[in-house]
T-cell receptor
Framework: KNEVEQSPQNLTAQEGEFITINCSYS?????LHWLQQHPGGGIVSLFM???GKKKHGRLIATINIQEKHSSLHITASHPRDSAVYIC??????????FGKGTRLHILP | GAGVSQSPRYKVAKRGQDVALRCDPI?????LFWYQQALGQGPEFLTY????????KSGLPSDRFFAERPEGSVSTLKIQRTQQEDSAVYLC?????????????FGPGTRLLVL
């Protein structure tokens, strides 16, 4: 059974701080997804990666396949980044397992 | 273009009532997923369609839950004899590739409350 663990569960930071959210999983995967969920439920896919590193604006996602670990970084954080960030892994063709999410609150 | 849409956005049902939740995926997307998200939790996989074929329904919590996608486009998730524990947000996502290794585009969800 694949488990997805995220840390921290909750994170409050000041505007401008560098943010790191971690995700670890227990078995081999075909892809890892980082998702953003704002209050009200809408989920947006931020990244899908299977190796290395991806960058989009102030967001950076990295994955280490050997260590079964991924990180999502936010540089120069802003209050509008406040949301729940969810890590999800794809394995065995169609199975997708989600983490419980990290609730991020950026203070102005 | 249009994203994934779901209807209704909110549904209040009396315990024992049947409900039907609709998902309109992005046109041309092969894969369609249904997820259930309880309050404060991450989404949990319910079922997966590749075109009209339901390839995996291992996440459906009971035989009261039934999903279909008869023409490989719109999908309906039906819950019979609803129970209070069915209260959750039901999310639909579609992807242009087979399986779970493609970028998923999520609908806004249907928030179901069973009284």
């Amino acid at each position: 059974k694949n488990e997805v663990e995220q840390s921290p569960q909750n994170l409050t930071a000041q505007e401008g701080e560098f943010i790191t959210i971690n995700c670890s999983y227990s078995v081999g995967i075909s892809a890892l997804h980082w998702l953003q969920q704002h209050p009200g439920g809408g989920i947006v896919s931020l990244f899908m990666l299977s190796s290395g590193k991806k960058k989009h604006g102030r967001l950076i996602a990295t994955i280490n396949i050997q260590e079964k670990h991924s990180s999502l970084h936010i540089t120069a954080s802003h209050p509008r980044d406040s949301a729940v960030y969810i890590c999800a892994v794809s394995w065995r063709d169609d199975k997708i397992i989600f983490g419980k999410g990290t609730r991020l609150h950026i203070l102005p | 273009g249009a994203g994934v849409s779901q209807s209704p956005r909110y549904k209040v049902a009396k315990r024992g009532q049947d409900v039907a939740l609709r998902c309109d995926p992005i046109s041309g997307h092969v894969s369609l997923f249904w997820y259930q998200q309880a309050l404060g939790q991450g989404p949990e996989f319910l079922t997966y369609f590749q075109n009209e074929a339901q390839l995996d329904k291992s996440g459906l919590p009971s035989d009261r839950f039934f999903a279909e996608r008869p023409e490989g486009s719109v999908s309906t998730l039906k819950i019979q004899r609803t129970q209070q524990e069915d209260s959750a947000v039901y999310l639909c996502a579609s992807s242009y590739v087979d399986g779970g290794a493609g970028t998923q585009y999520f609908g806004p969800g249907t928030r179901l409350l069973v009284l």
